[in-house]
């Protein structure tokens, strides 16, 4: 989420989405409190600072890591503050244990995903602090139901060898499909809540992300060809739900070049009009449409952080807009 006020943006995601609340990310705060250095402070045993280059493994915790642990327990306050008798499911996200061996580098410079060894060491610590982290979030929000967010950005590229290197100047090589499976699977295991992937880089593996136990996934609708169909429709019937990224996560560019960006852009378009996309992969797959609403979530295509408050508060406003016409209207939504 864009802004660095996390009680305002805590009270504004329990407003606007009462049906799926989750803790809010502020990147916009600094090294802490994004994606990588957020889920970091989570390691147990393992501790990271910021170098020039980015997030790396230090041998003892620092200043960097206590300003991580300071910005989520800023979060988890907020949260606490706002969720007094709440009762329902509560969305918890942190960075997945590939995106992270892509993203931190070992003491010596190179990335963890260069290093079997330094790979299977971030799961079990990463599995580990998940669990307390959600424990705590159980805590502080006692009525709540769990869901456990992994996000992956880096998921694909990893599979396909097209993480570079710390220097830039190559690639790492890929890792086995089946070692990606298995370490996601031990990963949710050891957190012991059910879980989603998200990613919204291109080529997301639905298959392996089913084999390795997610109750979900979430990605870029638009980034989805016809053929995944088969992948997403085993997955489909098989109850996996799938968390549709059709609204914008920004807004689109104004017509002219005269006009002032983010001013007089094109608005949202109506509900039925943006979960369209849905419904035609719907009629590819030949689901019938009252089983829209049972397997399908509406969300924006990606994170909001780069969006201004004013149009990430409209964009969630907008998801539940169109999550509702699954809900009342799913013919609506299938009509060629």
């Known amino acids: 989420m864009p802004g660095s006020n996390i009680r305002e943006t805590v009270e504004m995601t329990l407003e606007l989405l009462p049906d799926l609340p989750h803790l809010p990310e502020l990147p916009a705060r600094g090294p802490g409190?994004?994606?990588?250095?957020?889920?970091?402070?989570?390691?147990?045993?393992?501790?990271t600072d910021v170098q020039p280059s980015g997030w790396r493994f230090v041998?003892?915790?620092?200043?960097?890591?206590?300003?991580?642990?300071?910005?989520?327990?800023?979060?988890?306050?907020?949260?606490?503050?706002?969720?007094?008798?709440?009762?329902?499911?509560?969305?918890?996200?942190?960075?997945?244990?590939?995106?992270?061996?892509?993203?931190?580098?070992?003491?010596?410079?190179?990335?963890?995903?260069?290093?079997?060894?330094?790979?299977?060491?971030?799961?079990?610590?990463?599995?580990?602090?998940?669990r307390l982290h959600l424990a705590e979030v159980a805590r502080r929000v006692p009525g709540a139901s769990l869901l456990l967010q992994l996000d992956e950005p880096a998921l694909p590229g990893v599979i396909a060898g097209e993480v570079p290197t710390a220097s830039g100047f190559g690639r790492l090589r890929a890792v086995d499909k089946a070692v990606v499976r298995d370490t996601l699977r031990d990963v949710i295991a050891a957190a012991g809540t059910p879980t989603i992937v998200h990613s919204c880089a291109p080529g997301i593996p639905i298959t392996l992300l089913r084999q390795a136990g997610v109750v979900g996934v979430s990605l870029d609708m638009s980034l989805l060809g016809e053929a995944q169909d088969?992948?997403?429709?085993?997955?489909?019937?098989?109850?996996?739900?799938?968390?549709?990224?059709?609204?914008?996560?920004?807004?689109?560019?104004?017509?002219?070049?005269?006009?002032?960006?983010g001013v007089g852009a094109r608005p949202l378009s109506d509900p039925p009009g943006t979960v369209r996309s849905v419904g035609t992969l719907w009629n590819r797959l030949g689901f019938p449409p009252e089983s829209l609403v049972e397997a399908v979530v509406v969300t924006p295509t990606c994170g909001l952080a780069g969006a201004s408050p004013a149009y990430a508060r409209a964009a969630l406003s907008h998801s539940v807009a169109a999550g509702r016409v699954l809900r009342d209207d799913p013919e609506s939504a299938m009509r060629r």
């Open 33 to 47: 409190a994004d994606l990588t250095g957020r889920s970091a402070g989570l390691l147990v045993d393992l501790y």
């Open 59 to 130: 041998d003892r915790p620092g200043r960097d890591h206590r300003r991580t642990r300071s910005f989520l327990g800023q979060d988890l306050d907020a949260l606490e503050e706002f969720t007094q008798g709440y009762t329902g499911p509560l969305k918890v996200q942190v960075a997945g244990p590939w995106t992270l061996a892509a993203t931190i580098e070992l003491g010596h410079g190179d990335k963890a995903l260069a290093d079997p060894g330094a790979c299977r060491d971030l799961a079990v610590s990463l599995g580990e602090g998940i």
């Open 230 to 261: 088969e992948s997403i429709g085993e997955a489909i019937e098989a109850g996996l739900r799938l968390f549709a990224g059709v609204v914008p996560s920004l807004p689109a560019e104004p017509a002219s070049a005269e006009a002032t960006p």
